[in-house]
């Protein structure tokens, strides 16, 4: 498409496409680091207190303006662009809202039934605490939003200006998968998993440039798979709804990584991968 008929670009952007996704990740990291500080000083915290889990919510949520202020910079100056211009531009987002909400459940839902049927995991309890319930919505509305906006919406949306759009899927998928690297009982399976989950959420958006499915996807992976069904998230303990943990630790279950870290969740990944491209496919996205 021609810069000059794209309504969202201001004039032709600063350096290639590629260059630009590699620039934004260390002032990722330093806006991360700093913004998250800002957070500790405005809750009184000592940087090395470990907050509640409210206090957790705030400063995720204060972190997520600073991936957004980042984030629009350099679309502002580098891609000559708007914020917008990076997935918010279509306007039947209810339909991929909904779509993402039922994948992240229908996987979810399926793999707690296999491994508790295949007695790989066992609950310990129920906690239904209505106020923990709706931090963990915010929760992990703050951690769609910044993760989804830095790694598909930028970093994806420019590799796809300078390369092959699977190459540039592939590549975004494993600088996501990187960024995971420092979390608790961190693998090679996990690894694999967060590579192929990486994928799975942008495999729609290189067809359509919509932020909204991988969005609520992501979204709805996170919130399903800890807090209501009880599995550690990419390796962190959240409150959960059920109590289970794994029997032994193994890669049909996931052991301390949680279901991301597990074979069964690579093959549900797989497959919603397959079955979203045969259908952006057919629909001539």
Do not use: C
């Not at 984030?71 to 990076?86: A, E, G, W």
């Not at 899927?169 to 690894?191: R, T």
């Not at 303990?237 to 301390?256: D, F, K, R, T």
């Amino acid at each position: 498409m021609e810069i000059s008929n794209n309504p969202y670009y201001y004039k032709k952007p600063l350096l290639k496409g590629w260059i630009r996704a590699l620039l934004i990740i260390i002032p990722f990291f330093i806006f991360t680091g700093v913004f998250q500080i800002i957070g500790y000083i405005l809750l009184g915290l000592n940087l090395r207190a470990k907050p509640s889990f409210g206090e957790t919510t705030i400063i995720q949520g204060i972190s997520t303006v600073g991936t957004l202020l980042l984030v629009f910079i350099f679309t502002r100056y580098l891609d000559r662009t708007t914020f917008k211009s990076i997935g918010f531009q279509q306007k039947k987002y209810i339909t991929e809202i909904l779509f993402g909400i039922v994948t992240g459940l229908a996987i979810m839902v399926s793999g707690f039934y296999i491994l508790f049927v295949l007695d790989e995991i066992k609950v310990t309890g129920i906690d239904f605490n209505l106020p923990n319930l709706l931090i963990s919505i915010i929760l992990f509305a703050f951690v769609a939003i910044n993760e989804e906006i830095l790694m598909r919406g930028y970093i994806l949306n420019n590799f796809l200006q300078s390369m092959n759009k699977y190459l540039a899927l592939v590549l975004s998928s494993l600088i996501f998968s990187i960024l995971h690297l420092l979390n608790p009982n961190f693998d090679l399976v996990s690894f694999i998993s967060i590579l192929l989950a990486g994928i799975l959420l942008g495999i729609s958006y290189i067809y359509t440039k919509s932020l909204w499915f991988p969005i609520v996807l992501h979204f709805s992976w996170n919130f399903f798979q800890g807090t209501i069904f009880g599995f550690k998230v990419s390796g962190k303990s959240i409150y959960s709804v059920i109590n289970q943990e794994p029997v032994g630790n193994n890669i049909l279950n996931g052991g301390e990584f949680g279901f991301e870290g597990s074979i069964l969740s690579q093959i549900f990944i797989v497959i919603a991968i397959l079955l979203i491209w045969w259908f952006m496919r057919k629909s001539k996205v």
